[in-house]
């Protein structure tokens, strides 16, 4: 996918007033694909979801993409009935914590 100084994608999120191309933007590619991928430290082995693009736990930049996969425990769930802008047209959504054993998923 080619770079642009601010991806489309972000327009659902309202008035774009930065640079929307990040480490991570990637992230947004892989959701369209239907894959949910986190981030992992390659120094340290620190797990994160949402993704990352620094370690902060071991301050390194040396991060590696990883599908998020299998079965996890939900440990906690909201049913939004308000959203912030962009998002008017998808309420009501639900957002949920899950445990993965090693890492959690929001």
Known sequence: MAKKEVDDRFKK???????????TNDFISYLEKGKVMGTRCKECGAVY????????????????WFEVTGTGRLL???????????????????????????????
Do not use: H, Q
């Open 13 to 23: 999120f309202g008035t774009v007033s930065f640079t929307a191309i990040t480490k």
């Open 49 to 64: 979801f949402p993704p990352r693009s620094d370690c902060s736990k071991c301050f390194n930049s040396n991060m590696e």
């Open 76 to 106: 906690s769930f909201s049913e939004l009935k308000y959203g912030p802008v962009g998002f008017e047209d998808d309420l009501p959504y639900t957002i949920a914590l899950l445990d993965y054993g090693d890492y959690k998923v929001f």
